[in-house]
């Protein structure tokens, strides 16, 4: 194989790159990016680049430096606009043409957006890149009034960041909780207190009737009667898959590009991987994680695939979240079906929070907690068996290793 070309430039397409290299692969390896910025991490848009405490540099994931000295060509403001798979060859949006010999879809996921009243409204943000965070920021000020749209992770981390800022901060949220998709209800009625408790006002079960304002959205009237002057409004209401490319190339899709366990898709020279991929599980369930534990690990699976390794990938299902000075982190199956659920306590509003399933511990929350992540790591892979409350009450959580 002499070349692999990348389509993206994010996470998983650094995390891909690097491998091919740490893996020995010598051809040639191109990312072909649409942003203007060298890969970078996200995270950090809605936390410390927000804050002003993170920029461009510090996120970078795969510097200029960095490629040049593993050989890795990266092409900043590619476009790649289609995939022809009988010649093996995409189509930049300049109107090059670029051969693979294996491709690696790592398009990533865009923010899920609002039409009708929110439509070209200058003070309506989305969160995706660093040119999106440094928007946003530049709109933030003490005083303000931000209103967030979704009470997922980035719209409650961009309102956990209004605050600390000292803003006035509101989130309203169609769903009878928070971060409703990810969390069991227990875990976002914890979190809802946190942000209560910071100031942060939240209204749960709530749409937005309607909106005052000409070029800039300057009211809001919820569903529940209230009306609430704002000065800006960020949305969070999700992403949805950068899959087209891979859609009109004739591969599998269904809410991302279809791929098996070596994270192959329909086509055997196409690989994909980060938020676009979604994977076939054993018992047929299509997964796509959008995480960056995912798309860095993933993506090292797909290289040393492409690379003829024959791995298969096992999903990386840890995620965190910085809120205030609050640390989610969470692991394995948090809402199994049919398990049941150990808490333990830690100071103030902290705790642990179990899922255990025919006595083996199958996940985890870490509210405020993030030492115990590293033991309950260690103790599931380990398979550690619950024949007691020890989980709850054992002094040390280390003891039980
Ligand atoms: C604000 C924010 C905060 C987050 N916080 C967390 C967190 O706390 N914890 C956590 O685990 N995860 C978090 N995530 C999720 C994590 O960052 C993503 O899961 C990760 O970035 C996915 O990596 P990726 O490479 O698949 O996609 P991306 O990083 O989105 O990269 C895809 C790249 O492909 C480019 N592209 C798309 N189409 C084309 C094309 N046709 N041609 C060329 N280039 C193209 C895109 O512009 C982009 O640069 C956060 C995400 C965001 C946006």
């Known amino acids: 194989m002499k070349q692999v070309v990348i389509v993206g430039g994010g996470q998983a397409a650094a995390s891909a790159a690097r491998t091919l290299r740490s893996e020995g692969f010598d051809g040639g390896v191109v990312i072909l990016s649409d942003e203007v910025y060298y890969p970078y991490e996200r995270p950090p848009l809605s936390k410390a680049v927000l804050q002003g405490t993170a920029d461009a540099v510090s996120t970078c994931l795969l510097s200029e430096d960095d490629a040049r000295s593993h050989n890795i060509d990266v092409r900043l403001g590619q476009r790649v606009e289609a995939i022809d798979r009988g010649n093996r060859t995409v189509k930049l949006g300049s109107g090059g043409i670029l051969h693979y010999d294996s491709l690696l879809i790592a398009t990533g996921s865009r923010a899920r957006r609002l039409e009708g009243d929110f439509a070209d409204k200058r003070n309506v943000f989305y969160l995706r890149s660093l040119d999106d965070a440094a928007a946003l920021r530049a709109a933030m000020a003490p005083d303000r009034h931000m209103l967030s749209i979704g009470a997922g992770w980035i719209g409650l981390e961009v309102a956990a960041t209004a605050r600390k800022m000292g803003m006035q901060a509101t989130v309203v949220e169609l769903a009878d909780r928070l971060c409703a998709r990810s969390l069991p209800a227990d875990a976002g009625a914890a979190l809802a207190e946190v942000h209560r408790g910071h100031g942060t006002v939240i209204h749960l079960n709530t749409v937005i009737e309607s909106v005052g304002g000409q070029d800039r959205i300057e009211s809001v009237t919820l569903s529940n009667g209230k009306t609430l002057a704002v000065d800006m409004v960020v949305v969070g209401i999700g992403a949805i898959a950068n899959d087209v490319l891979g859609r009109e190339a004739g591969l599998e899709t269904a809410n991302g590009i279809v791929v098996d366990e070596f994270l192959r898709t329909s ?68 809402q199994p079906e049919g398990g049941s659920v150990l808490v333990r306590r830690g100071e103030g509003r902290a705790f642990t929070r179990f899922s255990v399933v025919d006595g083996r511990l199958v996940g985890a929350i870490c509210f405020g907690t993030p030492r115990d992540m590293a033991i309950i790591r260690r103790l599931m892979s380990k398979g550690y068996v619950v024949t007691d409350d020890a989980l709850v009450t054992a002094p040390d959580l280390r003891k039980l290793l």
């Open 267 to 334: 086509d055997p020279n196409v690989f994909a991987a980060g938020d676009v991929a979604a994977m076939r599980m054993g018992d047929g369930r299509l997964v796509r994680m959008e995480s960056w534990a995912n798309a860095q690990d993933q993506a090292a699976m797909a290289a040393r695939n492409i690379l003829g390794r024959n791995v298969p990938y096992v999903v990386n299902t840890w995620f965190w979240s910085d809120q205030y000075d609050l640390n989610i982190q969470m692991i394995g199956d948090i």
